[in-house]
Structures are given as structure tokens and as C-alpha cells.
């Protein structure tokens, strides 16, 4: 069985918050649903998934943010941490 990425994954996560089955990890974040509360639980969400202490202030997040935006954005993040960690 393959292992799923963190897109699969933020998508089955996000499609949890919203009590759906599936969800289009190209609709803009608005057109899904999510509001400013949900985006919050979507950051502590990647937080845990994505392995890595993200800093908000750096996201660039609005309602027509894409999951694959996010994910683009998180993953940046993180292997940015990760390579700082190695660095140190």
C-alpha cells in the first residue's frame, strides 16, 4: 500500500472539519466553506501533520487559497525548518 502524501492527507482532514466525504484540493478555501475559525483549526491541523511548528504570520491564507496552496506552503515551511534543524 502506497503512503499517502501530505496533500491526500490535508484533504482527508479538512473533509472531516466540514462533514463531507471528499472535497476538491482546487476550490479556493472560500467556495469550500471554510471561514477565519476554520482556518485555524486547519493550521493546528498542519501543524501535527506536516511535523513542523508553522508560523501563521508567514502563511499566505485567504479564501481563494487552495488545499494545494496550502500544502505548497507548508511544505516549504517545513523542510525550511527541517534544514535549520540540520544546520544547527
Do not use: W
Request: proline fraction near 2%; charge should be negative.
Amino acid at each position: 500500500m502506497e503512503a499517502k502524501t501530505t496533500l491526500e492527507m490535508l484533504e482527508a482532514e479538512v473533509a472531516k472539519v466540514l462533514n463531507q466525504e471528499t472535497i476538491n484540493v482546487d476550490l479556493a478555501i472560500g467556495e469550500l466553506g471554510v471561514d477565519s475559525m476554520r482556518v485555524v483549526e486547519l493550521i493546528l491541523i498542519c501543524d501535527q501533520l506536516y511535523q513542523a511548528p508553522l508560523d501563521p504570520e508567514a502563511l499566505d491564507i485567504n479564501q481563494f487559497t487552495t488545499l494545494r496552496d496550502m500544502d505548497r506552503q507548508f511544505q516549504d515551511m517545513a523542510a525550511r525548518h527541517r534544514a535549520g534543524q540540520v544546520n544547527a
